[in-house]
């Protein structure tokens, strides 16, 4: 069967015995998009394509709305010589195990960062599956995605060029500034749910406006439906 999205593997044996630079690996509720609410450990790789994740280069960075710390390793984070290194680690985070494979419900790794697809392989995303967890990828979809990934999350920034234009999932942080990040530009890719999500401000006002607007624009275009960020409203990470 024909992949969902563009792909890439591996040339050499040499690409698969890599480090993953991890910046936090955790357990908690995914709080935004289709897998709202549902149980998963967190894997936040590091680096992104689209920032250095310094402040001081946010102004000419592609993605200058971004929240989240994904530089370096962590406390919670770490340096994983293999896959399989990898693969225990998030393992770890889950409540209950049994003979080697995650158990209670399906579960579920959300891979994440930065941007993920500079790093996750289809090494990792083997371990993964072989330890019982079912494999969802958060990107900006700038990058081509290895097979097997389970649920796709494509998330567009600015004017950046969209490589994955297939998925589970695309969720448009909203409003953006740039013409080439409106609604109307992805409409028409071949995903099953699209989202919008409202731009955390940098005031309440700023935020409930931004919320306004994502609101009434589902409302008058319902192919959209909204996201809201119910880890910050729970105080979870």
């Known amino acids: 069967?024909?992949?969902?999205?563009?792909?890439?593997?591996?040339?050499?044996?040499?690409?698969?015995?890599?480090?993953y630079i991890?910046?936090?690996?955790?357990?908690?509720?995914?709080?935004?998009?289709q897998n709202a609410g549902r149980p998963a450990v967190f894997c936040r790789f590091s680096g992104c394509n689209l920032w250095t994740g310094r402040e001081q280069d946010r102004h000419k960075a592609v993605c200058q709305f971004c929240d989240t710390e994904f530089v370096g390793v962590g406390p919670d984070g770490g340096r994983f010589a293999t896959a399989a290194d990898?693969?225990?680690?998030?393992?770890?985070?889950?409540?209950?195990?049994?003979?080697g494979r995650a158990q209670g419900g399906v579960p579920l790794v959300v891979c994440t960062g930065g941007e993920p697809l500079l790093q996750l392989d289809e090494a990792a995303i083997a371990a993964l599956h072989a330890r019982g967890f079912a494999v969802a990828v958060e990107t900006n979809g700038t990058q081509p995605a290895p097979p097997g990934i389970d649920h796709v999350c494509v998330s567009p920034k600015a004017d950046a060029p969209l490589v994955l234009t297939r998925g589970h999932e695309l969720k448009l942080v909203y409003p953006q500034k740039q013409a080439d990040a409106q609604p109307e530009r992805f409409?028409?890719?071949?995903?099953?749910?699209?989202?919008?999500?409202?731009?955390d401000g940098l005031s309440a006002e700023e935020t409930r406006a931004n919320t306004e607007a994502a609101l009434a624009y589902c409302l008058a275009h319902p192919q959209w439906r909204l996201s809201l960020q119910t880890h910050k409203f729970l105080g979870i990470r």
């Open 22 to 33: 991890v910046r936090e690996v955790f357990y908690t509720l995914q709080g935004e998009g």
């Open 187 to 199: 409409q028409a890719l071949a995903f099953d749910a699209f989202f919008l999500q409202p731009l």
């Open 86 to 99: 990898l693969a225990d680690a998030v393992l770890s985070r889950w409540p209950s195990k049994a003979d």
């Open 1 to 19: 069967m024909r992949p969902a999205w563009p792909t890439r593997r591996p040339t050499s044996l040499d690409e698969i015995r890599v480090t």
